[in-house]
């Protein structure tokens, strides 16, 4: 059980700064007045500002400062924060370091001032606590309006004055989405959210409703980070925006619903426009679900240039990119992707198409929905509900004589058969498989009802793919102890570990992750004569497997092996990226 905290009066007494009946009066006096006891305290000159203020700072374990001590005093930077924010609120910033900022402040109980501050700021918030009159004394007397950030980039206020909940993002921003002076609060605080996501190079946004807060984290690097908590308040105003810049139905609150936002921005206003750095638009996919404290609302960024990042930078070995290039380059068969949802399937054939998207290939693509446009492609996406499903775009498909087909996802046996029969009249068809390794999509679509012949024949190669963190560039470095259990998970020898294994270490490029950025790890099964034979006879996945290790493919933990020992990334990420891979060796 959790240790009940200890009231500001016991505190107060047990130091000997108050006497039981004035404790008593005080507790009087703050109920009549509904005021705090701490204030009530000090109103009545029972005790000084300073007690009170150490008290507090005992009753909540947040660190007193005292800001009468130089040493304390010169360490205060009042650039780190707006001039606005300082003197409004009386906060005053120590450091700022990997993500994270101390703050003295003079209310451990103001919570939403914490919850402003650490949205505004963009980093967590770690509080020190000092006396009020000290804080005002300081601000008064040591702060100049030069030293603080400049008009330019001071965060706006609402008509009232009030400082906006909005995330420190640069203010040239505000141009790439053509903000309105006089827009609304949370309009701009919406823009800025999805702004910020952009920049931080986030793939989802969420919006969580709880019983007490709004929490809003983004994805990053397939890893969830807890942006901030929003006031509750706010909650249904900041859902109604997002659903109406997606042309939801903002009244409809029971059903689930899809939708769409569009908006042109620079992607990174922190560095100079240029040819990787220029004016773009970005689709956001927007997803409304209810749940029991409102509506979750997911927003999947989707940027044009994440597909577009060449076969060469996804991830490949040279030997797989080689046998991956003769693959997508054959006239007809099948080649599968497979994976779990998020392992990039879709990045990795998207990435193929753009290499064999010319003149003379017709493409048509099947999708469900379409997430990124290709010039020169024709791309159909399904519609369950007026009956325009994968099957019945495939059975089109084919009458409108394509060289290269590409059905989003192989889900049935309808799909699977037509995709087969596509395949074996003269077209080349690329599809993704939900299934753990390369060797069980042969397996899995048996399974599904397709003829073993079929499969055997149609076949051309299988490639299982995942993603892991790539280490940051700027702050990775040699572990001299590397956790043995990781080692011995991804195959590494106390020998080949020595001097080439590398950590995570945590820097601003990466806001204290340690990894920035994401590859890919393959494994690659090429249909050989003897594992046609097998897939024929329906033999276990096991014996596939054994045969595809055996003609060459190399198991994804040991393509991440590879990985490892060229620093790119660390075991612990291999490892946990290839769990379920390593479970069936």
Not at 83 to 110: A, C, F, N, Y
């Amino acid at each position: 059980m959790a240790r009940s905290r200890k009231k500001l009066g016991d505190i107060l007494v047990g130091w000997g700064v108050l006497t039981p009946d004035q404790v008593n009066e005080a507790v009087a006096k703050a109920k009549s007045s509904n005021k705090r006891l701490g204030d009530t305290i000090i109103e009545l000159g029972f005790a000084s500002d300073e007690a009170v203020t150490k008290a507090l700072a005992n009753q909540f374990a947040v660190e007193y400062v005292d800001l009468a001590n130089s040493d304390i005093a010169d360490k205060i930077d009042p650039t780190l924060i707006p001039e606005d924010l300082i003197r409004k609120h009386l906060v005053l910033p120590l450091t700022k370091s990997m993500g994270k900022m101390q703050v003295i402040i003079h209310d451990p109980l103001d919570l939403e001032l914490l919850d402003l501050l650490q949205f505004r700021l963009s980093a967590q918030i770690e509080p020190r606590l000092a006396s009020r009159a000290a804080i005002k004394k300081w601000i008064d007397t040591s702060l100049k309006s030069g030293k603080s950030p400049s008009a330019d980039q001071a965060p706006q206020q609402d008509k009232d004055g009030k400082p906006l909940m909005t995330a420190s993002i640069d203010r040239s921003m505000d141009k790439s989405i053509d903000i309105a002076a006089d827009e609304a609060p949370i309009v701009r605080l919406v823009q800025r959210i999805l702004s910020e996501a952009v920049r931080m190079r986030a793939s989802d946004i969420h919006f969580e409703p709880f019983g007490d807060r709004l929490r809003l984290r983004y994805r990053i690097d397939g890893v969830c980070m807890e942006r901030d908590n929003l006031p509750k308040r706010m909650q249904n105003s900041i859902l109604s925006r997002v659903k109406l810049m997606a042309g939801m139905n903002i009244a409809e609150k029971r059903l689930p619903q899809d939708g769409r936002i569009k908006i042109s921005m620079i992607p990174d206003p922190a560095q100079p426009v240029g040819p990787n750095n220029e004016q773009v638009f970005i689709d956001f996919r927007v997803s409304a679900c209810p749940v029991y404290h409102g509506e979750s609302i997911v927003l999947r960024i989707l940027r044009p240039d994440s597909v577009k990042i060449g076969l060469s930078n996804l991830g490949f070995e040279d030997d797989n990119l080689a046998v991956f290039n003769k693959i997508i380059r054959r006239p007809n068969g099948i080649f599968l992707v497979t994976g779990p949802t998020g392992s990039g399937k879709t990045t990795t054939l998207y990435s193929a198409l753009d290499v064999l998207n010319r003149p003379d290939k017709k493409i048509i693509t099947a999708e469900d929905p379409i997430e990124y446009n290709f010039r020169g492609i024709n791309q159909c996406q399904t519609r369950e509900k007026i009956g325009l499903t994968f099957s019945i775009i495939l059975k089109t498909m084919l009458r409108q004589a394509p060289n290269i087909i590409l059905v989003g996802e192989i889900r049935d046996r309808e799909v699977a058969e037509i995709a087969i029969q596509a395949a074996l009249t003269g077209h080349l068809v690329f599809s993704t498989l939900h299934t753990n390794d390369a060797p069980s999509a042969i397996t899995r679509l048996i399974d599904m009802g397709v003829k073993p012949f079929l499969v055997a024949s149609a076949i051309q190669a299988i490639m299982a793919q995942r993603l892991i963190r790539v280490l940051c560039p700027k702050c990775k470095a040699v572990d001299p102890e590397p956790d043995p259990k990781y080692l011995a998970l991804t195959n590494i020898t106390p020998d080949e570990a020595r001097g080439k294994v590398l950590k995570a270490v945590g820097c601003d490029n990466c806001n204290g992750a340690g990894y920035r950025g994401r590859k890919a790890i393959f494994e690659m099964m090429q249909m050989t004569s003897e594992i046609r034979e097998l897939a024929f006879r329906q033999e276990p996945i096991a014996k596939i497997r054994q045969a595809a290790l055996a003609g060459g493919m190399r198991a994804l933990v040991d393509d991440g092996k590879i990985k490892i020992l060229k620093g790119v990334t660390t075991p612990d990420e291999v490892a946990r990226s290839t769990q379920v891979e390593m479970s069936t060796l």
